[in-house]
């Protein structure tokens, strides 16, 4: 015999740590907290996105849920490659010590570099050294 009708109906019904995103204009879902962070990375999820846990409640910034977004900004770490990225002081802003010194050593890969670094952060494929998409 099962349980007694009514029961548990109080109890969430997705999987924990799901949620419903508007992406792309559309509310998509259940995504885990391992989509999320795949979309951040491809840029489908930015900070600003709203998002709700997948049993209701209010919506929310995707950028307010722990551990998907670097605590960097991307318009901080743009200016940074803009005006010093031949020093590797974008790199160091990042997370990676090792890359800023090689690029602080060879002036930015003579500017090679510094304009590839800057091409990929103005279109949000540089990453922290996290390996977290950066915030809005």
Not at 11 to 20: I, L
Not at 60 to 88: C, H, K, N, Y
């Amino acid at each position: 015999m099962g349980p007694p009708p009514g029961y548990g109906q109080d109890a969430p019904q997705g999987p924990p740590g799901a949620f419903v995103a508007v992406i792309n204009g559309q509310e998509m879902g259940p995504i885990s907290f391992e989509e999320l962070r795949a979309h951040s990375l491809e840029g489908r999820v930015r900070s600003t996105t709203q998002v709700r846990d997948i049993n209701g409640g209010n919506w929310f910034q995707a950028g307010a849920i722990p551990g998907l977004f670097s605590d960097r900004e991307w318009l901080v770490t743009m200016l940074l490659s803009l005006f010093v990225g031949g020093l590797g002081v974008d790199r160091f802003y990042l997370g990676y010590t090792g890359l800023g010194v090689a690029k602080l050593l060879t002036c930015g890969g003579l500017g090679i570099w510094s304009l590839i670094d800057f091409i990929l952060i103005v279109i949000r494929k540089l990453p922290d050294a996290d390996g977290r998409a950066l915030s809005a």
